[in-house]
């Protein structure tokens, strides 16, 4: 269906739209200083689960390491070296190369000798199992 408008050209204001588009916030785009890791975790009876995103990065460049309830995931993201051609230049670069790393708390320590790892897709998976022993108890209060 067609819909007929009306145009008053009395109706716009040019000093209005000048100051308005100043008002508006500039768009201004700053490169990010390290690449970041984003991690899901979840918990299941005995154990942690988590999967941490860390695209483009080599398995012999990431670090985990597990001290008593922290865990500390790190990784060095490397660029390739480009070899530009007569007349190439870059018009816009967005894929970062830096050091990343990330590290949380978890409620209860984590047993070091039974944690698996594995890295694929850019994906890496820990199973991180709890320590034996390690079950609150509530205290009463009198």
């Excluded at 508006?24 to 690449?35: G, I, L």
């Excluded at 860390?54 to 490397?78: F, H, Q, Y």
């Amino acid at each position: 269906m067609n819909e007929l408008r009306t145009l008053d050209p009395f109706a716009l204001d040019p000093f209005d739209d000048t100051f308005r588009s100043l008002m508006r916030p500039w768009r201004f785009e700053m490169q990010e200083t390290a690449p970041r890791i984003k991690i899901d975790l979840s918990e299941q009876d005995g154990s942690y689960a988590v999967k941490a995103e860390i695209p483009g990065v080599k398995k012999e460049d990431i670090d985990v390491r597990v001290d008593g309830n922290t865990v500390t995931i790190s990784a060095e993201v490397k660029s390739e070296k480009e070899e530009k051609g007569n007349g190439d230049r870059v018009l816009r670069r967005e894929r970062q190369e830096g050091y990343a790393s990330r590290s949380f708390t978890l409620a209860c320590p984590v047993d070091e000798g039974k944690v698996e790892a594995s890295y694929k897709d850019g994906i890496l998976a820990l199973t991180l199992p709890k320590k034996a022993g390690t079950s609150s108890k509530r205290i009463a209060i009198q």
